[in-house]
């Protein structure tokens, strides 16, 4: 599985993005994607994932409410919709693709084998 991000950029603070992130292998049912991301200085925290079955997403606290998760099963791409941003939300976002058999989505990095190169996203005040 090899992922592309895209769509990260500067909006101001209050505005939208949407970052998309294309699958070039096979994505089944059981597998989860998503995103993480890292800002300066900081560790790297997991943002939100769906089920590529679409039963079950899942988001951080800090973006509940403003951003959307979903996926395009027909061109294998999962999106990002962000609205309401904060600077806080600037970081570098990345995608990432595991397989989970759990019904749970996990947020633990490490359970991520597979990861996209980053996109930038920044939000100024």
């Known amino acids: 599985v090899q992922l592309q991000a895209s769509g990260g950029g500067l909006a101001q603070a209050g505005g939208a993005l949407r970052l998309s992130c294309a699958s070039s292998g096979v994505i089944y049912s059981r597998y989860v994607m998503g995103w993480f991301r890292q800002a300066p200085g900081k560790e790297r925290e997991f943002v939100a994932a769906i089920r590529w079955s679409g039963s079950s997403t899942k988001y951080v606290d800090s973006v509940k409410g403003r951003f959307t998760i979903s996926r395009d099963s027909a061109k294998n791409t999962v999106y990002l919709e962000m609205n309401s941003l904060k600077p806080e939300d600037t970081a570098v976002y990345y995608c990432?693709?595991?397989?989970?058999?759990?019904?749970?989505?996990?947020?633990?990095?490490?359970?991520?084998?597979?990861w996209g190169q980053g996109t930038q996203v920044t939000v100024s005040s």
């Open positions: 990432v693709a595991s397989y989970q058999y759990r019904d749970t989505i996990v947020v633990l990095t490490s359970v991520y084998a597979y």
